[in-house]
């Protein structure tokens, strides 16, 4: 029994007694709305945007000459300054949007605010960076103490005080430690200083500025939010506007047995619907719910919608039961993947 595409009766999505309709304009609010918290204002709507498309859910920093910088809320907000793109992460972990985790700490220039920082030692005396690790030896004869390096004559060892040669027996090792080149005290611990690479300052401890490194990423909170599906949703649904398709987000469709069943996605074009749902992994239980509503629906596409790639066995459970899993995975948007499963097959039978 061959059943043929009618999207004009069984389903029709404008005479759908629970979604009020698919309008042309904005996104049709969802009866759960209550549900999903609105939490996100524009600026995190975007950065959420991002990372679906991207598949990636951590902000990384990168510790450079130019100091420590978080390049991707760079690129999404050209115009937010450093400061302010640590303010907008800050201000998303005290919102319980994103964690943060420290993930080391770095000298940066108190000048120039570069992390490009290198460490020097000094002569603690005359502050002479020309110093170097000495063993200390005593000739015993003569009591004279000093740096092997001052003994050593060729292949010899000589008192540089009782210019006798000095065998391995007749010397005492009293320890290491560093000698001034320029002025030749010696000292156990060198004064340490700092030297800018971008601007080339030096500067002591004391006025080194001395900065963590955060990482961040979404709170659980977020994930789930982003899982029940507010922001990739409208992502998703204004591409396929655009590209001419009807959409609905989290709309009903009622099936052949007369059961309403919802989903986060309904999209229509000619003679092709699109059913699909939204999860951040993709489950068995996500497809095999899915599978039932397919069964009672008969779309032309059953879709599940995951923010992370599907497991081996999720994708031949997946096939076992006809829901093509689709992931964002930084190439293509998810809206982008939908048209051109729909479009690119326009030869394929159900
Ligand atoms: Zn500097
Ligand atoms: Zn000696
Ligand atoms: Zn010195």
Known sequence: MLKKKSPSNSFDLDNNPV????????VVKSKDAQEEPVLFGPEVQSLMQRMVDQGSYIVHPKVDSKGITYPEIASIFPNKTEAESKEFLDGLVQSSILNSKLLDKVIVCPTCA???????????????????????????????????EKFRKGTQLICPKCKGLVTEIEYKKIGTSFECNSCGSRFEAPKISHKCDS?????????????AIFEYS????????????????????????????EVGIKADLV??????????????????????????????????????????????????????APSKEEEAVSKAYGVKILYSAGMKSIGEQIVKLVEGEKQTKK
């Open 114 to 148: 570069s992390a490009s920082v290198y460490s020097k030692y000094n002569c603690p005396r005359c502050s002479s960076f020309d110093i170097g690790k000495a063993s200390i030896i005593e000739h015993v004869r003569c009591g004279f103490i000093g740096s092997l």
């Open 218 to 245: 979404l709170s659980e909170e977020t994930k789930r939010s982003l899982a029940g599906g507010r922001i990739p949703l409208a992502a998703i649904a204004a591409t396929l506007k655009r590209k001419g398709y």
């Open 255 to 308: 099936g052949k047995s007369g059961a309403t069943h919802r989903f986060d996605i309904i999209a229509r074009k000619a003679d092709k619907l699109i059913v699909a749902n939204f999860t951040f992994e993709p489950k068995e239980e996500d497809i095999i719910g899915l599978f039932a509503k397919k069964y009672d629906i008969d779309p032309t596409f059953t879709l599940l919608i995951a923010l992370s």
């Open 199 to 211: 601007c080339d300052d030096v500067f002591t401890f004391r006025e080194a500025k001395y900065e």
């Open 19 to 26: 979604t009020k309709s698919i309008p042309n304009n904005d």
